[in-house]
Nanobody, 115 residues
Framework: QVQLVESGGKLVQSGGSLRLSCATS????????MNWYRQAPGKERELVAR???????FVADSVKGRFTTSTDNAKNTMYLEMTNLKPEDTAVYYC?????????WGQGTQVTVSS
C-alpha cells in the first residue's frame, strides 16, 4: 500500500523559514504528479505547489517567490521550502500524489505562523 508521510510542520514566527518533507513508500519517480495542498481553518483545501515526473514545477500565486518544491529521488522524498512565512500561511499542509491512475494523500502536518 502506498503511503505518503509529511513532516516538518511547527510553530514559526512571521518572516521565518521552514522545510516540509513528504516521504513516499513507493519510488517517487513513479509518481506522475506530486502536490502540496494546504487547508486553513474554515477554508477549502488549496493547491500550493506541484512537481511533475518531468521535473516541471508550479507554485500558486499566493506563495510565488516564497515557496519552492523539489524532490530527492534517492530518498523518495518531496520537499516544500517555505521562506518569508506569513500568518496567512498557517494551515495543515498535505502531500498528494498520483500513481498509476490512483491518488494518495498524506495525513498532513501543521504549520503555524505567529505574527
Amino acid at each position: 500500500q502506498v503511503q505518503l508521510v509529511e513532516s516538518g510542520g511547527k510553530l514559526v514566527q512571521s518572516g521565518g523559514s521552514l522545510r516540509l518533507s513528504c516521504a513516499t513508500s513507493s519510488s517517487i519517480v513513479s509518481f506522475n504528479i506530486m502536490n502540496w495542498y494546504r487547508q486553513a481553518p474554515g477554508k477549502e483545501r488549496e493547491l500550493v505547489a506541484r512537481i511533475s515526473s518531468s521535473g516541471s514545477t508550479f507554485v500558486a500565486d499566493s506563495v510565488k517567490g516564497r515557496f519552492t518544491t523539489s524532490t530527492d529521488n534517492a530518498k523518495n522524498t518531496m520537499y516544500l521550502e517555505m521562506t518569508n512565512l506569513k500568518p496567512e500561511d498557517t494551515a495543515v499542509y498535505y502531500c498528494h500524489g498520483m500513481l498509476w491512475g490512483r491518488f494518495y494523500w498524506g495525513q498532513g502536518t501543521q504549520v503555524t505562523v505567529s505574527s
